[in-house]
């Protein structure tokens, strides 16, 4: 995900959220509580990605049940959500990975949305090889070598050369640009959603095929598939500044959060809690896992975390 240009944006494809009530596609409807002076009713933008879910859902389950707010909930890609943000249509954005020109507009420019601290977790995109298969070739997990096993890797769907696997079209990769500087034989297949990577790379791994495929950290599939991260060539600071020319690996973003500026100043406990909000990269994929493998509803996932997390979350209270 992240670059200092336009930042990833993990599973913009929606994975049928159904975090609280309320939910909604913020296009089409926006919550008439948000920003409204006095109300005890917050409003939390959810991302499609099921680390940002675990997030509201942990930060609904304790605002409804220990603070005793209405959460309201509305779904939006990373950019409509800044723009919802700062019109007050949503109070607050729990999982940002990186998006300067935004910050910029809103939070420097136009100050309608102010910083809401760090959320605790580092993200981090790249190529991964299942783990089984980085111990049967271990030279595989240097790029300079990937294309020795570009046949290991052939779909029908990457004409002739080998597969990269990426998730949905709408998503903000390098890949393409990588694979062309790099001169690589591969060729970037988009399963069309984070759910339909997971459902291909969990069969993938089902059968012990090999498969090479973009993705990204903290995810709960690694506890399912483990897989081993190709080096690709060192980040280093502007290397993605031009989208044609990206030949560096993807970086590593301290997550952020991000609340409407009305909201930080006038939101009461709500504000003071969310701007506390802050858990390990652990305690995500563990609700992210009862989510999206487990099956719970996110309140379920949440009361849970909850009922055995109590010394962490008092704390954001105080």
């Known amino acids: 995900m992240r670059r200092t240009r ?17 939910a909604a596609d913020m296009t ?9 002076r006095g109300s005890r009713t917050v409003t939390l933008s959810v991302q499609s990605w099921v680390g940002a879910q675990a997030n509201v859902a942990v930060a609904q389950y304790i605002l409804e049940h220990e603070l005793g707010y209405r959460v309201d909930t509305v779904q939006a890609d990373e950019v409509p959500a ?25 939070v420097e420019d136009k100050k309608t949305i102010a910083r809401g601290g760090d959320l605790g977790v580092t993200g981090h995109i790249g190529w ?3 783990t089984y298969l980085a ?41 393409k640009a990588l694979v062309q500087n790099l001169k690589l034989n591969y060729q970037v297949v988009f399963a069309g959603s984070e759910a339909a990577q997971i459902t291909q790379m969990r069969q993938f791994a089902k059968e012990q095929k090999p498969f090479l ?19 690709l060539p060192p980040y280093k600071e502007g290397c993605d500044a031009d989208a044609a020319k990206v030949a560096c690996a993807y970086p590593h973003t301290p997550l952020k959060k991000y609340l409407n500026a009305d909201f930080a100043k006038s939101g009461g406990k709500a504000a003071a809690f969310l701007k506390k909000f802050r858990w390990t990269t652990e305690d995500q994929n563990q609700v992210a896992l009862m989510i999206a493998d ?25």
């Open 128 to 130: 991964f090889v299942p």
């Open 213 to 231: 495929t973009y993705w990204y950290a903290p995810q709960w599939l690694f506890k399912k598939v483990p897989m081993t991260e190709v080096k």
């Open 82 to 106: 800044w723009d919802a943000l700062s019109q007050g249509r949503v109070d607050a954005m729990l999982e940002d990975w990186g998006h300067p020109e935004q910050q910029k507009r809103y």
């Open 6 to 22: 336009t930042k990833i944006v993990i599973a913009l494809a929606v994975l049928g959220l159904t975090t609280g009530c309320g």
């Open 294 to 318: 487990q099956k719970l509803t996110p309140e379920q996932a949440a009361k849970k975390w909850v009922d055995g997390h109590a010394s962490t979350w008092k704390a954001w209270l105080h």
């Open 28 to 36: 089409k409807q926006a919550s008439p509580f948000a920003n409204a």
């Open 135 to 175: 111990r049967q070739h271990p030279d595989i997990t240097d790029w300079r070598n990937l294309d020795k096993y570009a046949s290991l890797f052939r779909t029908p769907e990457s004409g002739g050369k080998g597969q990269l696997l990426d998730g949905s079209p709408s998503y903000v990769t390098n890949d």
